[in-house]
C-alpha cells in the first residue's frame, strides 16, 4: 500500500525557516517524481515544488523560487522542502504527492497533510 | 486569481447530473491533459480523473470527464450525498512550466 507520511509543520514567526518531510512506502520511490501540493486555510490547491526521479530536475512556483529548495533521499526514502523566508502568505497545509508523468502530470497519492503557520 | 477558472459552488439534487466547467487557456488545457481532484471535507485530495477523461482504478463510473478547446468539464450523474466535496481541474501549464489548478468547485447535493 502506498503510503506518503508528511511531518515537519508547525508556527513559525516571518523571516523563519522549516524543513518539511515526507517519508513515502509502499512503492520504489527513487522510480517517481515527487510534488509539494500547498492550501492556506479555505483556499485552493497550489502546486509548490517538484522533483525528478534522481534529483537532477528541480522546478518551482514563482512565489518561492529562492526561498524554498526541494530535495529527496532516496537511500530513505524519503522527500524534503526547506523553507526560508518564510511570509505570511506560505501558511497552508502541505502536502507531498507522487507525480506520475506519463499521459498527463498528475498526482496519484497525496499524504495526509502538515500545517505550516507563519505568524508573530 | 487561480489560472483555470471554475464555477465557485454548483448544487443539484440527488440521483440528478451535475457538470463542473473549467476554463483556461492554450498555454495549459489547450495544449495538455486536463486532470480532475475530489477533496471530501477535512481529508487530502484524490485523483479522480486523469488524461482528460480516464478513470483511475477504483474510481466510481457515474465520473466523466471531456476537454474541448481551452475548456473542460467534470460531470457526475446519479449524485449522492457522499459526493459532496470542493472539485479541482489541473493541467500543465508550458508557459509557467508547472501544474496550476483551478479555484475549485464546492459541490452541494441538496
Known amino acids: 500500500e502506498v503510503q506518503l507520511v508528511e511531518s515537519g509543520g508547525g508556527l513559525v514567526q516571518p523571516g523563519g525557516s522549516l524543513r518539511l518531510s515526507c517519508a513515502a512506502s509502499g512503492f520504489t520511490f527513487s522510480s517517481y517524481w515527487m510534488s509539494w501540493v500547498r492550501q492556506a486555510p479555505g483556499k485552493g490547491l497550489e502546486w509548490v515544488a517538484n522533483i525528478k526521479q534522481d534529483g537532477s530536475e528541480k522546478y518551482y512556483v514563482d512565489s518561492v523560487k529562492g526561498r524554498f529548495t526541494i530535495s529527496r533521499d532516496n537511500a530513505k526514502n524519503s522527500l524534503y522542502l526547506q523553507m526560508n523566508s518564510l511570509r505570511a502568505e506560505d501558511t497552508a497545509v502541505y502536502y507531498c504527492?507522487?507525480?506520475?508523468?506519463?499521459?498527463?502530470?498528475?498526482?496519484?497519492?497525496w499524504g495526509q497533510g502538515t500545517l505550516v503557520t507563519v505568524s508573530s | 486569481q487561480s489560472v483555470l477558472t471554475q464555477p465557485p459552488s454548483v448544487s443539484e439534487a440527488p440521483r440528478q447530473r451535475v457538470t463542473i466547467s473549467c476554463s483556461g487557456s492554450s498555454s495549459n488545457i489547450g495544449n495538455n491533459a486536463v486532470n480532475w481532484y475530489q477533496q471530501l471535507p477535512g481529508k487530502a485530495p484524490k485523483l479522480l480523473i486523469y488524461y482528460d477523461d480516464l478513470l483511475p482504478s477504483g474510481v466510481s463510473d457515474r465520473f466523466s470527464g471531456s476537454k474541448s478547446g481551452t475548456s473542460a468539464s467534470l460531470a457526475i450523474s446519479g449524485l449522492q450525498s457522499e459526493d459532496e466535496a470542493d472539485y479541482y481541474c489541473?493541467?500543465?501549464?508550458?508557459?509557467?512550466?508547472?501544474?496550476?489548478f483551478g479555484g475549485g468547485t464546492k459541490l452541494t447535493v441538496l
Open positions: 489541473a493541467a500543465w501549464d508550458d508557459r509557467l512550466n508547472g501544474v496550476v
Open positions: 504527492a507522487r507525480e506520475l508523468r506519463d499521459y498527463s502530470n498528475r498526482f496519484d497519492y
